[in-house]
């Protein structure tokens, strides 16, 4: 069945609306999953605030184009699915990465981070990375450890006198006893 011009329009417009709100695209080979398998995985992008959507290619060019953004025929080669990250996309791509190890018919081919074209296997690097809350502790921590070390060499002599004026005051309770 054929799709009319006007419809066409429309589905580029909703695109690059969904383009224009991605933080990142991850463009997967779906042949071969069942219905099944593709709202399972649905499901699990859906937790990570991620789109999956099956697209006509020729429509996804256009609504790249419209909206800036890099294209890559190799990552649109056949049957393509995409992933429409809005959150963390290091999540997004974990998930999908782990399905495609668990189901072999998904077959990850690359990405887009921001306006950066990603390699299959850079999308596996993003999905090795860990979630932006983990990031940001990391980074506490280790701001935060030089800070703690200097607290404790500065209180040391305050601590230091502490000790000395309570065993001096052990010491002569001791010898009024």
């Known amino acids: ?29 779906y042949r071969g999953l069942s219905t099944a398998e593709l709202r399972a995985l649905r499901n699990k992008l859906r937790d990570t605030e991620t789109g999956f959507h099956v697209v006509k290619n020729s429509l996804m060019k256009l609504a790249m184009e419209e909206v800036g953004l890099p294209w890559e025929d190799s990552l649109f080669d056949g049957p393509t699915a995409i992933g429409f990250c809005y959150d963390e996309a290091p999540a997004a791509a974990k998930v ?13 081919r690359g990405g887009l981070l921001g306006n950066e074209l990603l390699s299959a296997a850079q999308v596996s690097d993003l999905a090795s990375l860990p979630s932006a809350e983990v990031l940001i502790a990391q ?10 070390g200097l607290v404790n060499v500065l209180s040391a002599p305050m601590r230091d006198l502490a000790y000395v004026l309570q065993a001096r005051r052990a010491q002569l309770e001791e010898a009024e006893a």
Do not use: H, N, W, Y
């Not at 506490?140 to 703690?148: D, E, F, K, N, Q």
């Open 96 to 108: 999908m990465v782990d399905f495609g190890a668990e189901q072999k018919e998904l077959l990850v």
């Open 139 to 148: 980074v506490v921590a280790r701001m935060a450890g030089p800070l703690v």
């Open 1 to 29: 069945m054929a799709i009319s011009r006007e419809k066409k329009e429309e589905l580029v417009e909703e695109l690059g609306e969904k383009l224009s709100r991605s933080k990142a695209l991850i463009m997967a080979d």
